[in-house]
Structure formats: structure tokens, C-alpha cells
């Protein structure tokens, strides 16, 4: 019994999302988030724990220990659980559960999505004031990424996916070739200020891995996943003691101070690879929008 059992059930529920044509990262998300679960069963009820046998109130201590103890974010916990109601539902139409645990265990409301809030000038400040040691290829990596984040607009994916041949120092200037894999579309972002030193000094450092096209690497060579990168921004943040920071955070940042300075929603959705206007007005945050108004009323 125990993770053994829970394995082999977890088996046969991939060979299931397999069969109804899921895409191969939904099926690793759905099967990570499970395996969460059963560690967490056989850490708090027992080794004998495993998924045939929960049970509503197994769930509800499972969702508990993910806010309160765990302290995820109601967008994680909800993933989580939905993966969960998904296996049960299989459980159920496969005869290994009578019925589903998970139908009577509600997902979590908000209480309204606070936006995310852009940093202020002392902040960034900060946050770059707490590089380490600036010599050492990882600050230089580090440093690198930070800066395309809130310089660029990037989103993570797009940051991740970047290569060697996207990244031009050549006339007219540096720039980035930046693909769209939603849309199969390319836009051209072009780099200021400090920025191409920065990533000049990350190549002086990068590691030299034969046939590695990608642009930012880990200390032994591999691509960086958006986790790594997500994992890299909150470190420094904290390091610099600010809570709350995320790449979406920078990527809100860069968007709400260039609309401040050009008043040019067209350009900041041009920027941000957004495909219309409306988006980009969704996404900014009001504050935003009101320092633009106060700016054009002086």
C-alpha cells in the first residue's frame, strides 16, 4: 500500500489523460500536483496513506495545509485541487472509488485580485543593490535577467526561450528578437541604457556548453525553466526586503512606467507583445492611468 499503491493508480491516470489527447506539460502538471499530495499523506496520516483512500475530510486538511501552513497562493491551491477532482472523476468511471471525495470540497474564493503593484524607484534601487559579488557568473546571470525583465517587459517564457542568434549587438542598435510562440508572430525589442553591457558581461561568463543555443543557462549548462527564473527574482527580492515580488511584477513595472513617460498606450501594448489595445488596458493598473492623467494636467 502506501506510495506504492498510489504509483500504480497514478499509472493508470496518466495512460488516461495520455488517451484523451491532453498536452504533454498538462499531464506532467496534473501528475506533479498529485504526487504533492501523497507525500503530504504519508508525512501527516501514515504510510499506508494513499489516493484510493481519501476521503472529503483528507481533502479539506490537504486544502488547509496549503493556505495556512504552506501559504500558496489561492491560484496554486485551486490547481491543485482541480488535478485532484480530475483523478477522482477517473477513480470513479474506472470503479476504483464508489464516488468522488473531491465533488463536495470547494475551491477557494478570492476576496477580489489585488493587482499587482509596480515597484518605485527606491525599490529598484534596492533591489540591485543586493547583487553580491558582481564578479561571480551567477550575480552576472542574475543581474542580466533582472534588468531584461524590467527594461523589456519580457514575459517569462518569452525570457526563457531566448538564444544566442536573438540577441543582436549589432547596427541599428542592440535588440532582441522576440518570438511569439502563441502566435507565431516575432517583434523586435530594442535595448537601452545599461542593459547591453549587462548582458555583454553575462556572455563574458556563460557557460561554453557545444551545440546549447539557449541564452541564460544554469550553473551546469541547461536552459533555465520559468521556475528557475521565478525562483531567482523572489531570492533577490527578499534579499532585499521586499515581499511580494514576481517577474509579473517587474513585467508591470516597465508597462506602468512607460505609459508615465510617453502617455502612448499603443506603444507599451506594442511592447509588451500584447495583440490589442484592450488587453493592455485590462492589464495595466489604475494607479497607472491616473499618474498619466495628473502628468498631462500639469
Known amino acids: 500500500m502506501g506510495r506504492g499503491a498510489s504509483e500504480a493508480l497514478l499509472a493508470q491516470f496518466e495512460e488516461h489523460l495520455v488517451f484523451t489527447q491532453l498536452s504533454p506539460l498538462t499531464v506532467v502538471n496534473y501528475l506533479a500536483d498529485l ?71 470547494q475551491l477557494v474564493q478570492s476576496k477580489g485580485t489585488a493587482p499587482v503593484t509596480p515597484l518605485t524607484a527606491e525599490q529598484i534601487d534596492e533591489l540591485f543593490r543586493v547583487s553580491g559579488d558582481e564578479r561571480s557568473s551567477l550575480a552576472r546571470r542574475d543581474a ?28 541599428p542598435g542592440t535588440h532582441l528578437t522576440v518570438k511569439d510562440g502563441r502566435h507565431g508572430e516575432a517583434r523586435k525589442v530594442h535595448l537601452e541604457g545599461g542593459l547591453p553591457n549587462a548582458l555583454y558581461e553575462y556572455l563574458r561568463v556563460r557557460p561554453n556548453v557545444e551545440g546549447e543555443a539557449h541564452f541564460f543557462l544554469s550553473r551546469e549548462g541547461r536552459p533555465l525553466s520559468t521556475r528557475s527564473v521565478q525562483r531567482i527574482v523572489s531570492a533577490r527580492a527578499q534579499a532585499a526586503g521586499l515581499e511580494g515580488v514576481s517577474p509579473q511584477t517587474l513585467r508591470r513595472t516597465y508597462a506602468s512606467r512607460l505609459l508615465v513617460t510617453t502617455g502612448d498606450l499603443a506603444l507599451v501594448s506594442q511592447r509588451l507583445g500584447h495583440q490589442n489595445l484592450a488587453t493592455t488596458t485590462r492589464y495595466l493598473n489604475t494607479s497607472a492611468k491616473e499618474q498619466i492623467g495628473g502628468a498631462a494636467a500639469q
Open 35 to 105: 504526487r504533492s499530495l501523497v507525500r503530504w499523506g504519508v508525512d501527516c496520516i501514515g504510510s499506508d496513506f494513499s489516493l484510493d483512500t481519501l476521503s472529503p475530510n483528507i481533502i479539506r486538511a490537504y486544502r488547509s495545509h496549503l493556505l495556512e501552513e504552506k501559504r500558496c497562493a489561492i491560484a496554486t491551491v485551486n490547481r491543485r485541487l482541480q488535478a485532484l477532482r480530475k483523478f477522482c472523476a477517473f477513480a470513479v468511471k474506472a470503479g476504483i472509488m464508489t464516488s468522488s471525495p473531491a465533488e463536495g470540497v
Open 144 to 171: 542580466a535577467i533582472l534588468m531584461l525583465l524590467l527594461h523589456t517587459g519580457l514575459r517569462v517564457n518569452e525570457l526563457v526561450k531566448l538564444c544566442l542568434d536573438d540577441v543582436h549587438f549589432d547596427y
